[in-house]
């Protein structure tokens, strides 16, 4: 029974890396644990935003059966002659604290935990881009409440916009991010722009009833990088 047990869990994990190396050009454990239901995405991202303090506390399965599923997908990937690339995982906060994985922080859990397995077959510039993106920071996330009779728990303070943190929501100020200036979203070329030149910035987000999920309407960038970029678009389209 034990090995029927193994050979079914090892097709469900090559059927998840499989499935993200197609789509994406590499597959990772968070992936394959995503694929085979173990991890559920809304606690995904909870723990993308620092709001959990480890993701082995949301998998819904026991510390063996992770370090099995683990093992199978690393022995899948070599025998497909992938190639490994440890990459960093920081959480969508001001902070940018490094995400743990397991509870215990045991080093090489976490390695494994972190390590990528990229397509061999892609281009070598392509592989690089891989890399740069999976090793990019993630977006901030800034919500705009529907309600606004919201205290801000650090301050008592209140505001049109928050970030969600772990003790209750946190205004800009007290973040961090209260210079930055919002950018309404419907003109990509300049949001491009400004994000691009602006060392921070947040995306804002705001939670439609009708749809059910949270939708994007603008961005937070600071005001001198918004400044320059309009004054360059103005210039372009005046030649």
Known sequence: ??????ATLAERVARAAKAALADQGYASPVDVLLGIGW????????WQQGRVDCLDDVLQTKLSRQSEALTLFRSWAIQKRLIASETEYVARTPQRQTLRFSASGDAALEKLFRTHWISGDLPEKKRERLVEKANRAPDLVVIQPLNREWKCHRCGGTGGLLVMENPGPACLRCVGLGDLEFLPAGDALLTRR???K???????VRFS?????????GLLVEPKALQQVQRDLDAQRRK
Do not use: C, H, I
Not at 39 to 46: E, I, Q, R, S, V
């Open 1 to 6: 029974m034990r090995r029927r047990d193994k």
């Open 39 to 46: 991890l559920n995405p809304t606690t995904f991202k909870d």
């Open 194 to 196: 400004v994000k691009a």
């Open 198 to 204: 602006s060392a921070r910035s947040a995306v804002v």
């Open 209 to 217: 009833k009708n749809r059910g999920r949270y939708e994007r309407q």
